[in-house]
């Protein structure tokens, strides 16, 4: 009876089991969200209902709690850490830079906001990822032609900025009408960090100083080098966030009205809601994510994939890539898709074709050289996941029964060789018989 009930309890929550743990969802929803104070929770949970609404588990905790951690037996617990703590100079229980840096080497995704109170903590946290904010620990950015009109004449800290990315896929196909609000630190990228990118930039015109004092010396950060919204996609395709200013994230910025300086046009609503859900989206892959599979190639007219190709055999390669939509797996189609057939250096580069429904496609000769090659397939475009798929193969010469028999280029030496057997039997046959 015992082992009846086991069997009825394990065919029940089976199915569970296999739909929590699909291998096909690019991401699992469980998420971290430390904070300076509690009260965040509310102060921000536009912010926070925009994530639950796309399917993330967000799980509060104060930066602080002693009983917080990244993994358990060395298994993480979270797939996704938010930062709201601006100004915590040590995190609780086993959480410090080296764990949240090894997070995000796990492939996992990151999002820090700080402000004016940002600590060393964080600050360190930030360069590692590429960023560095102003060493000025009372400085904000200032603009004094792109600023949000408001009823604190002078003050023009609060910035209106609508210097986005001009990309589709990172926040969205749907135009971003109006300003985005910022107020907050300013910060730098690396220009030699090729994975780092800027999401919002500040107006030529912007710098970063303490509005509480006169600038004795020029500021160190100005015009549109002052980056406001950053973002990084690490090689393993980690996404990381890191924003100058935790106010941009709050309810006030996201339902307050918006009027850029020297515009006549009032928006009802700033674009901070926007477009912060649709990064977030790509943060978190819910857009921008691919996938290949069923990666084979074969000789033409064959279907089974050798093991060993000979010099000058026709082969075809065939590769499938899909793009998560946020609910299901849709085919990616694009032009740009190239392989290569490496041994060294590439002696074969092919850009695929496809068939509009996520089948590239190619076909080439195998080059006259033999020893061992790869399939080597790298795709990296701005705002996508990158692939990196490669497959060895080795390549033979012609066995010695396989050469032609005759060459129709040789047929000189052929009659040059009888035309001396023959002369030289008639050459004997008139020595031997003649008088």
Not at 58 to 65: G, Q, R
Not at 382 to 404: C, D, W
Request: charged residues 20%; contains cysteine.
């Amino acid at each position: 009876m015992a082992k009846l009930i086991a069997f009825l309890t394990l065919t029940l929550i089976l199915p569970f089991l296999c739909t929590s743990f699909s291998p096909e969802r690019p991401t699992d929803r469980r998420v971290l969200v430390l904070l300076d104070d509690l009260a965040l929770k509310s102060s921000h949970s536009f912010f926070f209902k925009s994530l639950q609404s796309c399917g993330f588990d967000l799980d509060f905790k104060l930066a602080e709690n002693p009983k917080i951690g990244l993994q358990r037996y060395g298994q993480y617990l979270y797939d996704a850490l938010i930062l709201f703590s601006p100004a915590v100079d040590r995190f609780g229980g086993s959480i410090d830079v080296a764990a949240i840096l090894d997070f995000v080497d796990s492939g996992r995704d990151l999002i820090i906001a700080s402000d004016v109170n940002a600590s060393d903590l964080v600050r360190e946290i930030a360069i590692e990822c590429g960023v560095d904010f102003d060493e000025d620990s009372a400085a904000l950015v200032i603009d004094h032609t792109s600023y949000a009109v408001s009823g604190t004449e002078g003050d023009h800290t609060l910035i209106a900025s609508d210097d986005f990315i001009n990309s589709d896929v990172i926040l969205g196909s749907r135009k971003i009408e109006a300003p985005v609000l910022f107020q907050g630190l300013g910060h730098t990228i690396n220009p030699a960090n090729s994975l780092v990118m800027k999401v919002l930039s500040a107006s030529p015109s912007a710098y970063s100083a303490n509005p509480k004092s006169k600038l004795s010396n020029p500021p160190s950060l100005t015009g549109s080098a002052v980056s406001l919204v950053s973002v990084v996609q690490a090689r393993n395709n980690a996404r990381v966030l890191i924003s100058g200013s935790l106010s941009m994230f709050s309810n006030r910025f996201f339902r307050s009205g918006v009027q850029k300086a020297g515009s006549s046009i009032k928006y009802e609503k700033s674009g901070n809601e926007q477009f912060l859900t649709e990064l977030s989206k790509w943060v978190f892959h819910e857009r921008g994510h691919l996938k290949a599979e069923n990666v084979r190639h074969h000789k033409v007219g064959e279907a089974d994939e050798p093991a060993i190709y000979r010099i000058n055999d026709d082969l075809e390669y065939w590769v499938e890539i899909y793009e998560w939509s946020g609910s299901s797996w849709e085919p990616y189609v694009t032009d740009d898709v190239q392989v290569q057939f490496y041994m060294m250096s590439p002696y074969v580069l092919k850009t695929l074709s496809t068939d509009q429904k996520g089948r590239y496609f190619t076909s080439f000769r195998v080059p006259d050289v033999y020893g061992v090659f790869q399939f080597k397939l790298e795709y990296n475009r701005l705002g996508y996941t990158s692939l990196s798929l490669s497959k060895q193969i080795p390549v033979r010469p012609f066995r010695h029964n396989e050469y032609e028999r005759f060459i129709p280029a040789a047929y000189p030496y052929y009659g040059a060789a009888f035309s001396m057997m023959v002369g030289f039997f008639i050459f004997t046959a008139v020595h031997l018989y003649s008088k």
